[in-house]
């Protein structure tokens, strides 16, 4: 008897439907928290029981899923390898875009992903004035201490951002750091009204950075430049901001279009 279900995007357009389904669930399952049953799956996806099963078995035998002692599946060690070789190429990608902002700021730009609940660097070009900030590429921070972990967590639900800084604690790394959930969400509702996320001494006294998302990146990115205060001033703000936010468009493009075949 033939199937009732709908033709995907991957058999219209010559692809293999048991890939794009396989890698659906995948991305079923980390929006869910990366653990979830097959009913759950079932569920969001529209798919057969039986299908479901059948492709959750292949990807535990490839490594990519497991199962768990209570019969759910959770997302599998061999994952790790390749989100570690994808982000380092999205570095790679980003670097042109970091350059223009450095070339035309004169400051330190970055990239960075949201991994679990640390933000983590993944890209840098370095100002060439003498006087600069350094971020080391893979370098993990809290993201209540930076302005790029602002723009990251900027979507999340209140509840999402409260979980994360239960999980994470508010340590303070200057006297300028949010130390409250109130203070942080507010910096959000800020971000979403202005489009950009600031970072005043609040990572390391006399450093300020201005940051803004990547929008529809593949995974939550957000790009940054970072200088001492007293370059990066309320005025060159305004300069600095809109130039973020046009290349951040630029950049999403580039991500994008890399994608195709």
Same mark, same amino acid.
């Given at each position: %008897?033939?199937?009732?279900?709908?033709?995907?995007?991957?058999?219209?357009?010559?692809?293999?439907?048991?890939?794009?389904?396989?890698?659906?669930? *995948?991305?079923?399952?980390?929006?869910?928290?990366?653990?979830?049953?097959?009913?759950?799956?079932? #569920?969001?996806?529209?798919?057969?029981?039986?299908?479901?099963?059948?492709? %959750?078995?292949? *990807?535990?035998?490839?490594?990519?899923?497991?199962?768990?002692?209570?019969?759910?599946?959770?997302?599998?060690?061999?994952?790790?390898?390749?989100?570690?070789?994808?982000?380092?190429?999205?570095?790679?990608?980003?670097?042109?875009?970091?350059?223009?902002?450095?070339?035309?700021?004169?400051?330190? $730009?970055? %990239?960075?992903?949201?991994?679990?609940?640390?933000?983590?660097?993944?890209?840098?070009?370095?100002?060439?004035?003498?006087?600069? %900030?350094?971020?080391?590429?893979?370098?993990?921070?809290?993201?209540?201490?930076?302005?790029?972990?602002?723009?990251?967590?900027?979507?999340?639900?209140?509840?999402?951002?409260?979980?994360?800084?239960?999980?994470?604690?508010?340590?303070?790394?200057?006297?300028? #750091?949010?130390?409250?959930?109130?203070?942080?969400?507010? $910096?959000?509702?800020?971000?979403?009204?202005?489009?950009?996320?600031?970072?005043?001494?609040?990572?390391?006294?006399?450093?300020?950075?201005?940051?803004?998302?990547?929008?529809?990146?593949? #995974?939550?990115?957000?790009?940054?430049?970072?200088?001492?205060?007293?370059?990066?001033?309320?005025?060159?703000?305004?300069?600095?901001?809109?130039?973020?936010?046009?290349?951040?468009?630029? *950049?999403?493009? $580039?991500?994008?279009?890399?994608?195709?075949?």
């Amino acid at each position: %008897m033939p199937s009732a279900e709908p033709k995907s995007a991957a058999a219209s357009s010559g692809g293999v439907q048991s890939l794009e389904r396989a890698f659906d669930l *995948l991305e079923r399952m980390a929006d869910a928290g990366g653990e979830v049953g097959l009913s759950e799956l079932s #569920t969001s996806s529209g798919l057969p029981l039986p299908t479901i099963h059948r492709l %959750m078995r292949t *990807l535990v035998a490839c490594g990519y899923v497991r199962q768990q002692p209570n019969r759910r599946y959770a997302l599998g060690p061999r994952l790790i390898r390749l989100g570690e070789s994808s982000a380092r190429l999205l570095g790679t990608w980003a670097r042109p875009y970091l350059a223009r902002l450095v070339e035309e700021t004169g400051e330190t $730009a970055n %990239m960075a992903l949201l991994d679990g609940d640390e933000v983590v660097y993944v890209a840098q070009v370095p100002s060439r004035h003498s006087m600069r %900030m350094f971020t080391e590429v893979g370098r993990r921070v809290l993201p209540h201490t930076t302005g790029v972990g602002k723009a990251l967590l900027a979507s999340a639900t209140p509840d999402e951002v409260r979980a994360l800084l239960a999980r994470t604690g508010m340590p303070p790394v200057t006297p300028k #750091t949010l130390t409250t959930p109130e203070e942080f969400l507010e $910096a959000l509702h800020r971000v979403r009204e202005t489009g950009y996320a600031v970072d005043d001494n609040e990572q390391e006294m006399g450093v300020r950075c201005l940051a803004v998302p990547v929008p529809d990146s593949p #995974t939550a990115a957000a790009i940054s430049i970072s200088g001492p205060a007293g370059r990066v001033t309320e005025e060159a703000t305004a300069d600095i901001v809109p130039l973020l936010k046009e290349v951040a468009v630029e *950049l999403s493009g $580039a991500l994008a279009s890399s994608g195709t075949a």
